[in-house]
């Protein structure tokens, strides 16, 4: 007895697709009925274009008609953040900066999706220029977690995690700059994988902090991020740090790469702080690897205590450059009060922008003023290098870590809002992944007595996705906590 | 007290390459507002800089050029302040690594007269760093405009160290970084376009003092002359400042070249904090061996080594070298026709050349290159004229018209009866005979060994003729006649 159309997995509709047993269209009209029917309880999206979804998907029709089939991608309705451009659609970064913004350009990713045939549909709710772990810094209102409708989705890719788990997309892209697809694919029950730094074009994206953030898939199987990580990996030339390697089949490499691996146990991943159910989570996963034969390792990242500062002051560095250019002159808000220059930018911005991204792009601005530089930025950018050597040198030893990726499950809306630094401390064992720019992968390894989805978070080796994927898919395959979904 | 100034220059020179230094986009000046954009130039959310390596080239070339090291590594920074010209509200620029470092820029200063080499010297440079350059506002009576085609043209930023004294020794070093740049392709570095920009630091301090005393900036000296002039108002400014018992106060002042006065813009307080920090979406640039050499296989003689050959090569006078050194399509113009008209007609080259050619470009309004003389029919007029087959007179009547249709001019002067005459024999006898015969104190003197007293036989041939007997005939039938039957 299979699951309904909405929560099945991208390996499974292509097979019906290409089987002649489902169309594009119909597979749309689904994703498109099931939106309706639960975005008024979610609020996953920002916008949504029936009709320009709609005709991608008599497009893939008539490709699989004409035998021009682009693969398994073809006709499968895929969400994205709304921080990714395409061409004519809405790119708000859930702010009222960007709230009437049309993009005229399509992001690298957003290409790509299309050469695979995939059908792009809604723009999906986010913390504001992705600044924020729960998607309540959205100036469109907060998403709600389809497992409990009072709880957060996480962030900041909250939209992309809820509209996927709710059933109203097949796939979805988000961004990760310091857990904002883990932690939310985590909360949600979902697979949500953050690749390497430089793995995946930024073009297109807009950038909260460029030197961490990075576009990755959330899905419901290994199998289907291994799918779409494939459609949107490898070089581009309009992004500079962007890598050039060789891009292999990560669907067939899942299955050909078996193990044992050797797993690092980061024991400053399992201090105080760590949710007790969590952890029982994550140490029975672990147990599970050890039954298989992999050998398990106590690590040490001697630096993660200094993770989160060097992360608020790396990011919001970058951030208060990158978001300069939100001043009301050539796009986005507009002040109506302006009396002279100064006034169209200070009103402006401070109409435009949520007080979160307030707070971070003043910290940034201090962070990198004259007198404070080599104090704080200079300083996060050695401990950051020092960070990254914690990690190299524990691939010594280990092929991949395990720890938990949140330390807690889905919190209540509202709960943590007032708090900034307890809002923060949710990123704490994703962010060193970002500082070190490594693949990391959150992946669901059970529930909470209340029912709430706990995730497990796999930590690679510079772009061997491949093997974190083939460590992910050996456990998935075992468990199975992704054939249950919540009811809405 | 005795005084001195010290200047120190911060020069911009737009880079000549087809596209902005970040994007494919096209580069140009003179567009219809707006349209030299794309989502990068406008800095649209989600667009990221990719390095045009063109504009690499170019800066590295002219390091190269002006005696730079290059840095096997250099990086990019961002330069962060809020103004409607910059799309991003900040510029990407080269802070702490730029990529060229040191060098010099060799200077004439004026001589002792026009046609006398003044001193040679060499300003040392701080360094060179490529930037992208801002957009354009157009203010009106209730609003401005903002144009951003020239937002992201390449820029580089040639800075001095402080060791100029003179508004002279300025504009030499301003004129002989447009030459070099000129010569190497880099940029037109026309000013009235914005492709060359200067800004001058200028201080005074007591002769002997080896401190820099305080500095002011001064912008907006947009031509030649207007930095020559602007620096000598400075100067004298703060010489009165300092001889009325006042203090200088560190600032940027703003010089109004039409009414040769400077006002202030912001004092040191007023300064920005442009908070640089490592631009996070460009990688840094390793330049190696192989790179540079093949630039360095690019970089032509620079003008002032080029002014210095053409003048011990080609014997010219060095007024004729100074006016064609200036201009690199002129000067090889010269070194081509004096290839084919022989060494030692160069200097009469150099004259037609900055005689008769600079006139009829200057009247036809045409760049060399768009005209249709050659270095080939100018050496055959040459030629022509030494053969005796044409005369002064003629041979600027070929000019012109040679200048006009491109043609030989054995052509022209064949087409319009230019040709030296006569070449009736027995006529040129007759005339020979009556011009000898008419000047017995010529003859004295020439039977006495004064062999110049010939020409005065000639100038009444020539009379006779009505200037059209070839000179060489006349000279040897002069001599025929005088050494048969006078001698």
């Not at chain 1, 007895?1 to 499974?12: G, K, R, Y």
């Not at chain 1, 093997?467 to 050996?474: F, I, N, P």
């Not at chain 2, 060179?128 to 506002?137: A, F, N, S």
Request: glycine fraction near 8%; charge should be neutral; charged fraction near 20%.
């Amino acid at each position: 007895m299979s699951a309904p159309l909405h929560f099945q997995s991208i390996a499974e509709l292509s097979a019906k697709i290409s089987a002649g047993q489902l169309s594009a269209v119909e597979l749309t009209q689904s994703i498109i009925a099931r939106t309706k029917a639960v975005e008024p309880r979610v609020h996953a999206f920002n916008s949504f274009d029936d009709a320009d979804a709609l005709a991608q998907a008599a497009a893939s029709d008539a490709r699989r008609k004409a035998g021009q089939s682009a693969g398994s991608l073809d006709g499968i309705p895929v969400g994205l953040k709304d921080v990714i451009a395409v061409a004519g659609q809405p790119l708000t970064a859930s702010s009222k900066m960007l709230a009437t913004f049309v993009s005229p350009y399509d992001a690298t990713v957003t290409q790509k999706l299309q050469r695979a045939g995939a059908v792009l549909h809604g723009r999906l709710n986010c913390d504001e220029f992705a600044m924020g772990s729960s998607t309540e810094n959205s100036a469109f209102g907060p998403t709600s977690n389809p497992w409990d409708l009072t709880r957060t989705p996480g962030g900041s890719s909250g939209g992309s995690a809820a509209a996927l788990a709710a059933g109203a997309a097949v796939a979805t892209l988000g961004s990760d700059t310091g857990g904002s697809i883990r932690q939310p694919a985590a909360f949600c029950g979902l697979v949500g994988l953050k690749p390497t730094y430089g793995l995946i074009s930024r073009y297109g994206l807009i950038a909260y902090a460029s030197s961490l953030d990075q576009i990755g898939p959330l899905a419901r199987t290994v199998e289907d991020a291994a799918i779409m990580l494939g459609a949107i990996a490898g070089h581009d030339p309009k992004d500079s740090t962007s890598f050039k390697s060789p891009i292999p089949d990560y669907r067939m490499e899942l299955k050909t790469r078996r193990g044992p691996w050797k797993l690092g146990i980061p024991k400053e991943y399992f201090g105080a702080g760590l949710d007790s159910e969590v952890g029982a989570a994550v140490e029975k996963a672990i147990a599970f690897y050890r039954s298989k034969g992999c050998e398990i390792r106590e690590v040490s990242l001697p630096h993660t205590q200094y993770c989160l500062d060097t992360y608020y002051i790396i990011a919001t560095a970058e951030a208060s450059s990158n978001l300069a250019r939100y001043d009301g002159i050539r796009y986005g808000h507009r002040t109506s009060a302006a009396k002279d220059l100064l006034d169209v930018y200070q009103k402006s911005r401070a109409e435009g922008f949520g007080d979160e991204v307030k707070r971070r792009i003043i910290l940034g601005t201090y962070v990198l003023s004259s007198g404070y530089y080599d104090a704080y930025y200079l300083r996060a950018q050695k401990v950051r290098t020092l960070i990254r050597q914690d990690f190299l040198n524990a691939y010594r030893e280990v092929d991949a870590l395990i720890t938990p990726t949140s330390p807690i499950s889905a919190f209540k809306i509202g709960e943590k809002s007032a708090d900034p630094l307890a809002m923060y401390l949710c990123d704490i064992y994703t962010i060193g992944v970002n500082l070190a720019g490594l693949p990391a992968l959150s992946l669901p390894c059970g529930f909470t007595q209340s029912g709430l989805p706990i995730g497990l978070q796999l930590i690679g080796q510079p772009f061997r996705e491949a093997d974190l994927l083939a460590t992910a898919y050996a456990y998935e395959q075992a468990h199975g906590w992704n054939t249950q979904f919540p009811s809405l | 007290m005795n005084y001195e100034a010290v200047i120190g220059l911060e020069v911009h020179v737009q880079i000549k390459t087809h596209s902005k230094i970040f994007t494919r986009v096209g580069a140009g000046f003179g567009h219809e507002a707006n349209t030299l954009t794309d989502p990068v130039v406008l800095a649209l959310p989600g667009t990221l800089p990719v390095m045009n390596k063109a504009a690499l080239d170019a800066v590295i070339k002219a390091g190269l050029l002006l005696g730079c090291d290059i840095a096997p590594v250099c990086k990019w920074d961002r330069k962060q302040y809020f103004y409607p010209d910059s799309p991003k509200n900040y510029q990407i620029s080269q802070y702490d690594q730029p990529i060229c470092l040191g060098g010099w820029v060799e200077i004439e200063l004026p001589g002792a007269a026009r046609n006398v080499m003044g001193e040679h010297k060499r300003i040392a440079l701080t360094r060179i760093h490529l930037e992208e350059d801002v957009g354009k506002l157009n203010h009106h009576s209730t609003d401005s405009l903002v144009d951003y085609n020239r937002a992201g043209t390449p820029l580089m930023e040639i800075v001095s160290e402080p060791v100029m004294h003179t508004a002279d020794e300025a504009y030499a070093y301003l004129t002989s970084i447009r030459n070099s740049m000129i010569y190497g392709g880099i940029s037109d570095c026309d000013m009235e376009k914005g492709q060359l920009r200067c800004d001058a630091n200028i201080s005074i301090r007591p002769i002997g003092e080896t401190k820099l005393g305080t500095k002011v900036e001064l912008k907006n000296l947009n031509s030649f002359s207007y930095v020559r002039d602007g620096i000598a108002h400075e100067i004298k400014r703060q010489l009165a400042v300092v001889a009325a018992g006042g203090t200088l106060v560190q600032e940027t002042r703003d010089y109004d070249g039409v009414a040769g006065t400077s006002q202030s813009l912001r004092s040191k307080e007023m300064a920005h904090d442009y908070r640089y920090f490592p631009d996070p979406d460009l990688m840094p640039v390793h330049v190696d061996e192989a790179w540079k050499e093949e630039l360095r296989r690019a970089c032509p003689e620079l003008p002032f080594d080029k002014q210095r050959r053409l003048i011990s090569e080609y014997q010219i006078p060095y007024t004729i070298s100074s006016v064609l050194i200036p201009d690199r399509e002129l000067s090889d113009f010269f070194e081509a026709t004096a290839q084919l008209a022989g060494l030692g007609r160069a200097q009469t080259i150099g004259n037609w050349i900055v005689n008769d050619l600079l006139r009829e470009l200057g009247a036809a309004k045409v760049p060399l290159s768009a005209s249709k003389i050659s270095p080939v029919n100018l050496a055959a007029l040459i030629q022509l004229l030494d053969a005796g087959a044409l005369l002064n007179a003629a041979a600027k009547e070929v000019f012109t018209t040679m200048f006009a249709t491109g043609e030989a001019p054995a052509t022209i002067v064949a087409r319009l009866g230019l040709a030296a005459a006569p070449t009736d024999a027995g006529e040129l006898e007759v005339w020979c005979r009556e011009s000898i015969a008419a000047n017995a104190k010529a003859l004295a003197e020439f039977k006495s060994g004064k062999d110049s007293a010939i020409n005065a036989f000639k100038g009444s041939i020539m009379k006779a003729s009505k200037g059209k007997a070839n000179p060489k005939l006349v000279d040897e039938t002069l001599r025929r006649i005088l050494a048969e039957e006078y001698n």
